[in-house]
């Protein structure tokens, strides 16, 4: 098994290629006070100021607040 470090990209015969997000509208809130989240990864917690997403399938899980802005734009619904 290869052991990966979040800050390096593994170059050991991984093909990497170029991908964009699909536009898929998500719903979130603004955490106003730290809380607790159990994810199918485990309990992350979010503090005030990160968001609370609703993920495709009804997960909800944490997102940091300076991730969540470099990556979703506000959609206004009618």
Known sequence: ???IVEDEVPGDG?????YRK???VIQAA????R???ETREGTVV???GDYLL??????????DADIF?????RVVRS
């Open 1 to 3: 098994m290869t052991r």
């Open 14 to 18: 991984h093909e990497w290629r170029y």
């Open 22 to 24: 699909r536009p898929v």
């Open 30 to 33: 603004k955490v106003r006070q």
């Open 35 to 37: 809380v607790e989240v």
């Open 46 to 48: 979010a503090e005030p």
């Open 54 to 63: 609703i993920g495709v399938e009804g997960e909800v899980y944490p997102c």
């Open 69 to 73: 802005e470099k990556t979703y734009d």
